[in-house]
């Protein structure tokens, strides 16, 4: 019998001293990935080990665009049938964790239970279908207008749009012990594969309503300054 554990602990050795994939990187990989420990953080917090954070100042100045121009069109069947959909997913989410008992916890790999969750959190704290609209149009428009800080149809992309509806609301806190035991409320990390299939979800759910937005922003933009 081949001894599992043996191959993978030297796997994982023989990996640890190969150079982080990410060109100009002088660090050596972390475990199983591809990358050092900082590039593989970034990948799962923002889809790509060379991505990062989009700037607030940025996305609070493309926020109210997004949300001016939601008021000025909240009757377009466009913008009903997107918040429609968004509506459906909400209650989709809430529904799945009522239908389990009080003390159901989602399985690490289970990503429609954890998906669940953050929709049912979203939910509880009030988040309307037009808020989530409002956050994935934030983050659209930081692809559209320039300087367009993400590429579209990116995993980057679709990671920022997930994070961005998921923090329509503030994250649930839970209990930590520090390092001298003494108790602290953290808020809760988003799990990285809730943020690849949401983020899959919405492109493809939101792609046509949020080009058409950005193409009518744009266009009142470039009216505007003329
Ligand atoms: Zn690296």
Redesign the pocket.
């Known amino acids: 019998m081949t001894n599992h554990v043996g191959y993978w602990r030297d796997r994982v050795d023989a990996n640890k001293r190969l150079p982080?994939e990410?060109r100009g990187?002088p660090?050596t990989r972390t475990a199983g990935a591809r990358?050092?420990n900082?590039?593989r953080l970034r990948d799962a917090r923002f889809g790509s080990?060379e991505a990062f954070a989009l700037p607030r100042r940025r996305l609070a100045s493309l926020s109210k665009i997004a949300s001016k121009f939601l008021t000025a069109n909240s009757g377009h069947p466009a913008v009903t049938l997107a918040r429609r959909d968004l509506d459906a997913m909400l209650a989709e989410g809430a529904a799945h964790v009522a239908a389990r008992d009080a003390w159901w916890k989602p399985a690490e790999r289970d990503v429609t239970g954890k998906t669940a969750v953050e929709l049912k959190r979203l939910h509880d704290a009030g988040a309307t279908s037009l808020d989530l609209l409002r956050a994935a149009l934030t983050v659209h428009l930081t692809a559209c207008l320039p300087p367009a800080l993400l590429e579209r149809a990116t995993p980057e992309y679709r990671h920022a749009l997930a994070r961005a509806v998921l923090m329509a609301k503030p994250l649930n806190k839970r209990m930590i012990l520090t390092s001298r035991y003494k108790p602290r409320r953290i808020y809760s990390r988003l799990s990285t594969r809730v943020l690849r299939s949401l983020g899959k979800t919405l492109a493809v759910k939101l792609c046509v309503v949020l080009d058409a937005m950005a193409r009518a922003i744009e266009q009142q933009q470039k009216a505007h300054s003329t």
């Open positions: 982080c990410v990187c660090r990358w050092c900082r590039h080990p």
